[in-house]
T-cell receptor
Framework: GIQVEQSPPDLILQEGANSTLRCNFS?????LQWFHQNPWGQLINLFYIPSGTKQNGRLSATTVATERYSLLYISSSQTTDSGVYFC???????????FGQGTTLQVKP | AAGVIQSPRHLIKEKRETATLKCYPI?????VYWYQQGPGQDPQFLISFYEKMQSDKGSIPDRFSAQQFSDYHSELNMSSLELGDSALYFC??????????????FGSGTRLTVV
């Protein structure tokens, strides 16, 4: 099955800094999503992006399907951006997602 | 906007007991997923339903079963609980029509503690 790897595993930023999180996947996918898990455990969908580029406020994501990677950009980071960022990928038609190990982000004031 | 509702939020059970987790998907979403997240781990896929029929199955123990009912809510039944079953259990829903726009929506999860 699909394997999903994320880097870096941990990231510490000062408030206001920018960052790039990477997700590599081992096979062709038709489903690629980024999630933020906040300190209370809630999983929030950030992007559904099996290909192309999307932007939502200070966040943007790019998936290059042919090269099997996706990037999540966070600009002007805020302390509320802290938490774990998961990339999850899937193929086939059932919608099942395989999650990466996550990137734990800490934004310091 | 309506979200995915899970109940209960927290559950404490003893070993060998049975637990039932409930999930109410977003109205008009046709697919429901269950995931298990152990401490410090990434979510692991358990099982999914499309239009009330099981559509996919992951590493779900034989002690666990799930179903989706006529009103589209889903229940995850867990028997002979073990200490290792302690985890966050998430339900998510999506629409095959809307997946391209919004992706999946997760509920707030049920935190199961087995003592």
């Amino acid at each position: 099955g699909i394997q999903v790897e994320q880097s870096p595993p941990d990231l510490i930023l000062q408030e206001g800094a920018n960052s790039t999180l990477r997700c590599n996947f081992s096979d062709s996918v038709n489903n690629l999503q980024w999630f933020h898990q906040n300190p209370w455990g809630q999983l929030i969908n950030l992007f559904y992006i099996p290909s192309g580029t999307k932007q939502n406020g200070r966040l943007s994501a790019t998936t290059v399907a042919t090269e099997r990677y996706s990037l999540l950009y966070i600009s002007s980071s805020q302390t509320t951006d802290s938490g774990v960022y998961f990339c999850a990928a899937g193929s086939g038609n059932t919608g099942k997602l395989i999650f990466g190990q996550g990137t734990t982000l800490q934004v310091k004031p | 906007a309506a979200g995915v509702i899970q109940s209960p939020r927290h559950l404490i059970k003893e070993k060998r007991e049975t637990a039932t987790l409930k999930c109410y998907p977003i109205p008009r979403h046709d697919t429901v997923y269950w995931y298990q997240q152990g401490p410090g781990q990434d979510p692991q896929f358990l099982i999914s339903f499309y239009e009330k029929m099981q559509s996919d199955k992951g590493s779900i123990p034989d002690r666990f079963s799930a179903q989706q009912f006529s009103d589209y809510h889903s229940e995850l039944n867990m028997s002979s609980l073990e200490l290792g079953d302690s985890a966050l259990y998430f339900c998510a829903s999506s629409s095959t029509k809307d997946r391209g726009l919004r992706g999946y929506t997760f509920g707030s999860g049920t935190r199961l503690t087995v003592v």
